[in-house]
């Protein structure tokens, strides 16, 4: 999911420091990598997928991405792996896409009460 924020004067080091301690504090290792063009924060903790957040833009037109890295094959296969007996994977793939979506909204809620203040 993408946000942007329009007139916020919205400071990318700011939301960066809120960001690495709101994953800090829920025991996630942190990976950031800045560029001239965009800031990406890797974010990785054991039974959860792989997220990757990058924010880029300037104070009054700012944007913030977050993705999930999951597999996505139970998604689309599931019945058929069931039968051949990976039903188990399905149900560790399922259990990954809800804590994503669970940390998702989460970070969202965290995000737009930091760009309100």
Known sequence: MRTRWIGKNVHADVILDNIKEFFERKGFTILIKE???KISVL????????ILINM???PNDFFIEFQCRNFPF?????????????G???SKWLKREELCQK???EFWKFVDQL???
Request: net charge negative; hydrophobic share 40%.
């Open 35 to 37: 560029s001239a063009e």
């Open 115 to 117: 760009i309100e203040k």
């Open 74 to 86: 139970g998604k689309y296969f599931s019945s058929f792996l069931t039968l051949l007996g990976t």
């Open 88 to 90: 188990f994977l399905v």
């Open 43 to 50: 974010v990785q903790k054991k039974d959860y997928p792989l």
């Open 56 to 58: 880029w833009g300037s």
């Open 103 to 105: 940390i998702e909204d």
